[in-house]
Structure formats: C-alpha cells, structure tokens
C-alpha cells in the first residue's frame, strides 16, 4: 500500500511539475534549465499554427483521361478531406466521447484534465490519462503526418516521444491554434487528419473504404468503431483484430451514452446504446481503396505505359514526387481511351500478350503546329509487376529500347538529301543490286550492300521509298552527308533516341560515363548503316517522327499532358519545350507526298493496307533490320501518327518469323515489317479514324519534285 502510494505521489508530482513547466512555457520567454530559448521557439509554434490554420494536408492526386475521367489516383496518404457540414454529428460525438469530451469548455490545453488525471495517479497510482486535448493530438498528428511525412515511424514517435520539450511545443501551438481557428474548424481538421488504419486517413476516406459510405451518413457503430481506433489503427485493425475493435467500439458507445449522446433519459439511453453494442462492425468484405499508381490503374494492363510515361514527362518538366504524391493535383492528360484501346487490341492480335520472346509496341500521336498530344501507348504486353503473366512495368512504347527501325531510317535520308536540293521526290536515283561503298569502309574493305529485293537499275525517290532499296539509300546517303541525315533525324523528332541514350539504349548517365551518345557515336564511327536503321530507338519518338511530317514540319514534344491543377484548381506551369520548325513546310508536304506511296500499289505496306480494308490517304514507311530481330512502321494522316515496333524482347532475342508470329532461331525467313508492325497500325488506326473526314495530303512543292 506504502508503495503504490509512494508511486502515485511521485506520479502526482511530475503531473504537477509537467503542468508548472506547460504553464511557464506559456508566460515566460525562456525556461529555464530545459535549454529552450524561447524567441526560436516561438518561431516554430508560428510557422507550425500558421500551417494548421491554412489546412493544407496530403491529399490524393487524380490522372484523368482526355474526357476528364479518373484513369489513376497517386497518393501517400489515401485522403478525402471534408467540410464540418459533411461530417455527421454522430461521428464528432463519438471521438469527443472517447477523446476529449471538455473539447469546448478549454482553450488547448486541458488544466482540469492535468489535474484530474494527477489527482488519479495520486490517489490509486493508476495511468494518468485525460491531459492531452484534442487541439494538441490534431497538432501531435500533424506534426508526425505532415511535417514528417518522409518518415511517418519516426516522425511519429518523435511526436509522441514522452518528454517535457515535445509537450511543451505541442502545448503551445494547441494554445496558440485556438487564437486562429473555431472549435469546428479544429475539430474538422482534427477528423481529416487521424490515421485510421489500412493506409486511410481522416473519416471521409475511413468512411469510404470500411463501410462504402459518406462521411455524413455514418451510423453510430460506424462512427463509434472509427472514433475507437483513431490514433491506435495498428493495434485494433479490424480486420486483423476484429474483437479487440469491437470491445474498443462497444467503448465508445458507452461513452457517448455517459456523455449525453443518446438524450437525458437514462433508460432509454441504455437501451439505445445496448442495441448499437449488439451490431457487427459491418465492415465491406473488400475494403474500398483507391488504386494506388500505374500498376493500380482503372485499365492498369492497358493504361500503366500512358501513366508511367507521364510520372516520367512530369517529373522532367519540374513536379516533383512529393508534389505528385501529396499535392492533391488533377493531371488532365491527352490519353485518348478510344484510341488506347484500338491500339491494344490490334497490338494483341498480331502478337499475344504472353507470346514467348516477342512483343508489340504501339504510340500514336495527334498532330499539330502548337503541340503534339500522345493520344496512346500500348503494348502487346500488360502493363504489371507479375513477369510470369508476360507483363512488364516500364514505359516500352515510349523509352529507348535496344532495337532498331530498320529501313524507316531511309525517311531521314530523304528528308536531308531534299533540304540540300540532291534529289527531288519525282527525280530518279541509283538503284543497283550490289554497291561497294567506299565512302563507309568495312575494315578497311570497301562496304557491301546488297538488296532484299529485285528493282530496276533507277526508281524515283517516291518509289524508293515505297520499295525501299538498301543500295539507293546508301548511294544517296554518302552524297547527302551522314552527320546531315542524323542530325535531320534529331530535328524530325528523335532526340531522346540520339542524344539521351546510348547506342545500346541505355539513358546517358549525368557525366556521361556510359556513353557516347548514339548520335554521336554514329558520326564519329562514320556508321553508314545509319540509313538502315540497326540502332535503339523509341517508338513514341518515331510516331512523333509521323506527326511532324504532317504538321507542316513542325516538331513540339509528345506531351502527355493537356493540363495540372493544384489542390485549388489553379493551372501548374510546366517547364516544357517549346514547339519549332523543323524543316520547312514545302519540304513537309514534298516528304509526305513522297512517302504517300507505301501504303498502295507495290509499297510495303500496301498488302496489310488492303488486308485491312484502309483506304485513306498517309504516309507511311516500314522497317526491317537485318537479322529480322525487329520490324517497324512509322505512318500518318493529317489527323493522326503512329509508330510500331515488333522486337523479340526476350534476354536471348532470335530471329522472328511470322504466320505465326513466332521465333524461329537461324530461319532465314524472318518478319518484315509490312506483316506484323504494318497490320497493328492498320487495324487500330481504322478504328481511331472512325467518323472523321477523309483528309488529303498537302500537295509538293515544285522546287522539291
């Protein structure tokens, strides 16, 4: 007896010590032996209260599609902030009831409170409980939740930690927090910042997820059951401790019966609160959770390339991941779910999603002389973590991959030798079936090119183009100049390609240490198979490649983005880069009619144009390189570019032959690009096209011809 006494004196006297210190704190500038000077000090409980009154917390970022329909939500913290009014009553006299039920007769700090709990411990040594208001547990949250949120474990007990100093600051700002806010408004902020388990916090989200329900629709046992695991979410989980939540519950319902809750009438009251402890939890079976990031997308395996494109693209352009992940943005991006799916759909009908070794990549780009928005990413693969299903979680159609166009390269070629007046789109140019280049030795041998194809001695470049003949290409390569065609490359649209990857594909390191550059080393290893395309490439900059042509030769980076608002509907400026002209439009429109030819006639792709039953005017160039480990096809109308890339993409890539799309190691009959890549831009452009009006090609222009 002497010693439990003994121990509630000591306690008696440190609650009293605690509420002296609280109390100086408060009237002095300095306290004296806690070494806290109080003039710095005091700057942190002004910046701290300053924040808490504004109410900023973390909140949910939303990506929308084109249509403004939610496609991917980002968060830390899954956060439905709400107004007092769409709180219910019931849900703010269950957590005063159990936390602070004198919340409206202090100011921040409970003296009363401070007393009655010392005289507790002084009396019977029980635990001192009741001393901490809900003012400073809404600044205790903040702190750890806000403020610390880099590190929510630590921060948090370093909000809790038990020392006179975090007391005294916590104090404070709950005092100096009643100076600046209404009761209401601390109690709102309060119940939209509580964690409240299974990543949720504050009741709207709570609400959501436990009970698919509004925040001012909860019942009592709803409301009791939150209020009873606010703060403590990791012990009385409901899911994984159903009954220490429901006696916790039960609690509370007592206590808002003892507090008034449920009338005057004791009997009465008691019979209410007996039925409200007599209901299950009434949890939902699947907790109703937003999906988290890409791989949590609404369409996640068909959407995740576009969403993972964007976080890249918006990062770059000066969002940073915090903002992203707290800053309660709305990202409207240009993702066209039509488009979207079209192109899955074909990407998959030529190449099936779990197909061994092979994938499908397309993008398509909306043209225009102000931007040039990517209406779709896909792949023949799901986007997704689970790599026996075949899914992969990268940006494929739009990062550098290690593979290369094949003779789409030729464009390039062409685009530079007209801008020098080499060559016109109507003028002939050699075509033989062996040519010996000196001009790009091979080991000190003079190169040999030969064709995949039988021509004519002489084909104009329109035809060339359409037939695409190695030799031709090479010819008019080496009288263009190869540091032309790569930098026309870069011009076009294959920046990243050239300057931010290497030659194997891999982004440039910061210092460079992994490069050259794959534009730079091409020049400097005078690599004349330039024009045939063997090198990495992105397929969204090919696509891009298309919609410049079309836009009058216009080049704007493919953006993904068509606005960002803050949290208060306010644009957020991006830093991105400015359109330009990249080659004249008389060149665009003379390369576009010389590239009118693939599609039709005895072009490349004129077979998997007819298969499809296209029959609008574009463009169009198909690749293939030489071992058949890849195939493309780059194409557009005035309305809309794509690109495809067919590549084995397996960690041994082999041969791919097609009929069916297969690999076939050492086949001397591999895919080319008319077949699988040409046929995937058909069938889903077809569909992308719905409804518009044909559009013609502008016409040549005379000095280009």
């Not at 000066?318 to 990202?331: A, P, S, V, Y």
């Not at 240009?334 to 397309?362: C, F, H, L, W, Y």
């Not at 993409?649 to 082999?654: L, M, T, V």
């Amino acid at each position: 007896m002497f010693a439990a006494r003994a121990s509630g004196l000591v306690k008696l006297m440190g609650l009293c010590l605690t509420a002296g210190v609280l109390l100086a704190a408060m009237v002095f500038p300095f306290v004296g032996g806690l070494g806290l000077a109080s003039n710095r000090a005091a700057d942190t409980v002004d910046e701290t209260s300053g924040d808490l009154a504004k109410g900023e917390l973390p909140l949910v970022t939303t990506i929308q599609d084109m249509n403004g329909d939610p496609i991917a939500y980002l968060y830390d913290q899954y956060r439905i902030p709400l107004e007092s009014s769409g709180i219910s009553d019931t849900m703010k006299l269950a957590i005063l009831a159990i936390e602070d039920k004198r919340f409206y007769d202090h100011q921040g700090v409970d003296w009363q409170g401070i007393a009655r709990a010392a005289a507790k411990a002084g009396v019977d040594g029980g635990a001192t409980q009741g001393a901490s208001t809900l003012t400073q547990q809404y600044v205790k949250n903040y702190m750890a939740f806000v403020l610390g949120a880099d590190n929510e474990q630590e921060a948090w007990e370093k909000a809790t930690e038990a020392t006179v100093g975090r007391k005294l600051r916590e104090a404070r700002v709950a005092l100096q927090l009643e100076q600046q806010m209404t009761k209401e408004e601390i109690l709102t902020g309060y119940l939209n910042i509580v964690p409240l388990g299974n990543q949720t916090y504050g009741v709207g989200a709570a609400a959501k997820a436990y009970f698919n329900t509004t925040a001012d629709k909860l019942t009592v046992p709803q409301a009791a059951l939150l209020a009873a695991i606010a703060n403590r979410p990791s012990s009385l989980n409901p899911g994984a401790s159903p009954e220490k939540a429901l006696e916790r519950r039960n609690i509370v319902i007592d206590k808002m019966r003892e507090n008034g809750a449920f009338g005057t009438d004791e009997t009465e009251a008691k019979k209410k609160a007996d039925e409200y402890k007599a209901e299950p939890m009434g949890i939902v079976e699947d907790l109703q959770i937003l999906p988290k990031g890409c791989v949590g997308a609404g369409d996640g395996p068909i959407y995740g390339f576009f969403c993972d494109y964007l976080l890249d693209y918006l990062r770059a352009s000066g969002i940073t991941n915090k903002e992203l992940q707290r800053g309660g943005l709305t990202i409207k991006t240009t993702m066209d779910p039509k488009a979207t799916k079209a192109a899955k759909e074909s990407a998959e009908q030529q190449v099936p999603k779990t197909q061994n070794g092979i994938a499908n990549v397309m993008s398509v780009v909306q043209p225009g002389t102000d931007k040039h928005r990517v209406r779709a990413l896909v792949a023949s693969r799901d986007y997704g973590n689970k790599a026996e299903l075949g899914q992969v979680a990268r940006p494929v159609p739009a990062e550098v991959l290690p593979f290369g166009p094949g003779s789409v390269n030729k464009v390039f070629t062409a685009a530079a030798a007209l801008e020098r007046n080499i060559i016109g789109i109507d003028k002939s140019m050699d075509v033989p079936k062996v040519y010996y280049s000196r001009v790009y030795p091979n080991g000190g041998a003079p190169w040999k090119v030969e064709n995949a194809g039988a021509y004519g001695e002489k084909m104009t470049l329109t035809q060339a183009l359409a037939q695409s003949p190695n030799t031709g290409f090479v010819i008019l390569q080496e009288k263009t100049g190869l540091d032309k065609v790569v930098d026309m490359a870069y011009r076009l649209g294959m920046r990243e390609t050239l300057q931010g990857a290497n030659r194997s594909g891999e982004p440039l390191k910061s210092d460079k240490s992994n490069g050259p550059s794959q534009g730079d080393w091409t020049k400097q290893n005078n690599a004349g198979s330039y024009t045939l395309g063997p090198g990495a490439t992105s397929v969204l900059e090919l696509a891009n490649v298309a919609a410049t042509i079309v836009s009058k030769g216009t080049w704007c980076p493919p953006t993904p983005v068509e606005q960002v608002l803050d949290r208060y509907g306010k644009p957020v400026p991006l830093k991105e880069q400015p359109c330009e002209e990249a080659v004249n439009p008389d060149l665009a429109a003379s390369l576009a009619q010389g590239m009118s030819h693939d599609t039709n006639g005895s072009g490349t792709a004129a077979e998997a144009a007819r298969g499809s039953g296209w029959t609008r005017p574009a463009i169009g160039k198909t690749g293939t390189t030489e071992e058949h480990k890849s195939v493309a096809f780059l194409a557009a109308t005035p309305q809309y570019a794509g690109a495809v890339m067919t590549y084995a993409d397996g960690n041994s890539p082999q041969v791919i032959c097609a009929s069916p799309i297969r690999l076939c190691p050492g086949s001397a009959q591999g895919v080319f690009g008319g077949q699988v890549a040409a046929p995937t831009w058909f069938n889903a452009m077809k569909v992308i096209h719905e409804g518009l009006p044909v559009a013609p090609l502008p016409p040549a222009a005379a000095r280009y011809k």
